[in-house]
């Protein structure tokens, strides 16, 4: 039995509660590691990705569909592993998905937060994706059972990484692997332009979310657990000095900061075999 069956006819695809989910393709633990370069000729071969990282399942048709983004620049390292373990993990999961890196360019302080509004919105250029999953380029979840699809309330998924001794490092974290319906990031106007360099940007949408009234949904410490690729920091991308005070401010900044005021070129485009790269210029810090 491969199918997904719900023991309720809610039509909602973001209600869960009550719903039974039975996906028989998935193993649970699964072994991920990082010390062996990784080839991805056999997952191109095997042909199930469609070109610019498209995949749905054969035999049955998804509640939801997902558009995976990760902000990037120079971690091709990274982003190999990433391919490698999460094409079957999210074929598995049986979901109907596509996959955006969404690279700066330029040698600008890096700016997380806002490339993931610019994945939001070439996304929806390209389908009617309901279902937004923003995620690091360097962890992996090691349980199948964490589900890339959006929940009633805005989900975080990478609550117990390995870098923190499978802990939650602090309630209020959202950093990491995150999901978002879209009329949930439009109530919030997405997120912050603003935070350039490392942190803070996590903690702004979080604010987001609990000024509008939501909360966090999340996998238990079992099911959340992920391992992160170690690596030291990144030249372009030191902590960002103003990120508190910038804190601070969220709830008179977020309705004017966002969505609605973003702006940015694309500067090439490109669909490979397990990925659409999309490299944009999101301009300089103030
Ligand atoms: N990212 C890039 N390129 C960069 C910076 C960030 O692709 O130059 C992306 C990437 O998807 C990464 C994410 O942004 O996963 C978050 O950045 P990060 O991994 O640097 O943040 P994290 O908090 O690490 O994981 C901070 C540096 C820790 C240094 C530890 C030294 N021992």
Redesign the pocket.
């Known amino acids: 039995e491969k199918h997904s069956l719900s023991s309720n006819l809610s039509d909602s695809p973001f209600a869960t509660e009550g719903i039974t989910e039975i996906v028989t393709n998935q193993k649970g633990p699964l072994h991920v590691e990082f010390s062996s370069v990784v080839n991805l000729d056999k997952l191109i071969e095997e042909g199930s990705v469609s070109p610019g990282g498209r995949f749905r399942p054969k035999e049955c048709v998804s509640q939801q569909k997902v558009a995976i983004i ?6 091709e390292l990274h982003l190999k592993y990433w391919l490698y373990y999460m094409h079957p993990i999210l074929q598995r999961q049986q979901l109907d998905y596509g996959v955006y890196v969404i690279e700066q360019t330029g040698a600008d302080l ?1 700016n ?1 937060a806002k490339l993931f509004n610019v994945g939001y919105a070439e996304a929806l250029k390209e389908d009617n994706y309901d279902c937004f999953v923003f995620s ?3 962890i992996i979840p090691i349980d199948d059972r964490n589900i890339y699809k959006c929940y009633d309330q805005p989900r975080h998924l990478s609550v117990a990484i390995d870098k923190f001794n499978f802990q939650l490092p602090y309630p209020q974290i959202f950093g990491g692997i995150s999901a978002l319906s879209k009329q949930q990031l439009l109530k919030i106007n997405g997120f912050s332009n603003n935070y350039w360099g ?1 942190g803070g940007e996590d903690d702004d949408i979080y604010k987001r979310l609990s000024f509008r009234g939501m909360s966090i949904s999340r996998p238990d410490l079992m099911i959340g657990r992920c391992k ?1 690729i170690q ?4 030249k ?2 030191p902590p960002n000095p103003k990120r508190m005070t910038q804190l601070s401010h969220t709830i008179q900044m977020m309705d004017k900061d966002g969505i609605n005021s973003l702006s940015y070129s694309v500067v090439s485009s490109e669909k490979s075999s397990l990925y659409t790269r999309i490299s944009v210029n999101i301009g300089s810090p103030p």
């Open positions: 990760i902000p990037f620049r120079d971690r890096f997380r690091d380029i360097d490392w992160m690596h030291e920091r990144d372009l991308n």
